[in-house]
């Protein structure tokens, strides 16, 4: 039997050495907020993902909360999104005085249901609802090519929520390659820097979009609501003079941690990479076993559906007795995790009068569901040895 006196988390920051160069000189220079690394880091992970306009942000949350501003999400909004997901995705609405209203996943994916969107469009009158912020769980991308669609049937906006996913991807019906954050098919997209993330700053995010005018309003609701910009000034007394125009926030990013960003997404595509070998090790692994694993094939195809690259930022398994895994992998020194107890059943949203039962899919995944170990840097010895932990456990 194999042990081991390393622990081995199920996501992990890789920091190098440029890394810390990159957060050194910037320390040194003129600026630790609002610098030129900010715009340098917008402009490097709009061309990365292949959006005209980025905004950087303090992090994923902040990045969600802009967004619903942006949209003039209020108390008369309804929005919907999944319940499978972390919080903050539904959350972004609540602070603006929205509603908040789930669709169930769809069980071979986690990803929403969008066939269940659709009934729950028809089923409502013209204008029921205001958006829909579809999340790229675990990496894997949403047809939004789809989701589009019903956007525009129904007059809706997208917010992709798209945290797993920066280098993930689907090609469209038109044969054309849709990266997570393009744009294309969203209004507005979001990124987070968190360190267990792709890009990993400590704290950080990211908007991206291709509408000048969101563009232009997230600038000034990241800083307070106010711009020093001449063209959009009401009056103008002299080189001192700015205007808070609207009521914004203060969720600017510092220059520090734009320049960690910035030295991560240069290696971003090797990574992912990394990624990806991982996963292939966990699929062949666990192929013809009773562990269930969502397994799509690179460029794959679903059953006829859009092919897609997912991203892997979680690598998700079902199993019975997932509890005593989850304590079996503990004990040795392998530290899974859960993503994520859906949002409908936590008290704040059963306050509002969301109950256990409204969702069976999501509700089912959660009960099975385990992220094990996937980060760039886990070795292949340590890999093996997850691997090992939990086919044993299977097996018995």
Known sequence: MTTTTFSIPYGKQNITQDDINAVVETLQADFLTQGPKIDEFEYKFANYVGSKYAVAVSNGTAALHLCALALNVNEKSKVITTPITFAASANCIKYCGGEVVFVDIDPKTSLIDLDKLEELLKSNPQGTFDGIIPVDFMG?????????????????????????????YFIDSQNKKQNCGSGNYADLAIFSFHPVKHIASGEGGMITTNDKDLYDKLIKLRTHGITKNPDLLQENHGGWYYEMQDLGYNYRIPDILAALGISQLSRADEMMQKRQEIAERYDDAFKNTKVCFFQYPKNGDIEGKNKIFHAYHLYVIQVENRKELYDFLRENNI????????????????????????FPSAESYYESCLSIPMYPTLTEEEQNFVIEKILEFVSK
């Open 140 to 168: 894997l991308p949403v047809d939004l090519e789809k989701a589009r669609k019903l956007a525009d049937e129904y007059g809706l906006w997208i917010i992709e929520d798209a945290c797993h996913a920066p280098g993930g």
């Open 335 to 358: 530290f899974a995790q859960v993503h994520y107890i859906p949002v409908h059943i936590m008290p704040y949203y059963k306050s509002l009068g969301y109950k256990n039962g409204d």
